[in-house]
């Protein structure tokens, strides 16, 4: 099971921290993504981090400003966004690698002025 939560409405430039909570699974055994789902458009990868914490990817566009980073103690995945642009907006989710599971409700990021 996976809760995402964090989201909020935001001005440009500005900061959010997304956390998303598993339970119901050895969480430290997964590589962790976070996805998003901007309005009208397909769900896509937005950073992963392996299970071993010894690599990240990220999309290109939040290349420099997102962080991503998991507490394997409280079961957690963050996910840091700095320098918020319009075109994050979107619905946030996390899940796991491999065997995803199902999808949870999603945290929503607004980034207006």
């Known amino acids: 099971q996976l809760m995402e939560s964090g989201g909020g409405l935001v001005q440009p430039g500005g900061s959010l921290r997304l956390s998303c909570t598993a339970s119901r699974f050895t969480f430290s055994g997964y590589d962790m993504i976070w996805y998003r789902q901007p309005p009208g458009k397909e769900r896509e990868l937005v950073a992963s981090?392996?299970?071993?914490?010894?690599?990240?990817n990220y999309l290109d566009s939040v290349k420099d400003r997102f962080t991503i980073s998991r507490d394997d103690v409280k079961n957690t995945v963050y996910l840091q966004m700095n320098s918020l642009k319009p075109e994050d907006t979107a619905i946030y989710y996390c899940?796991?690698?491999?065997?995803?599971?199902?999808w949870g409700q999603g945290t929503q990021v607004t980034v207006s002025s």
């Open positions: 899940n796991r690698r491999p065997a995803p599971l199902r």
């Open positions: 981090i392996s299970k071993n914490e010894d690599g990240t």
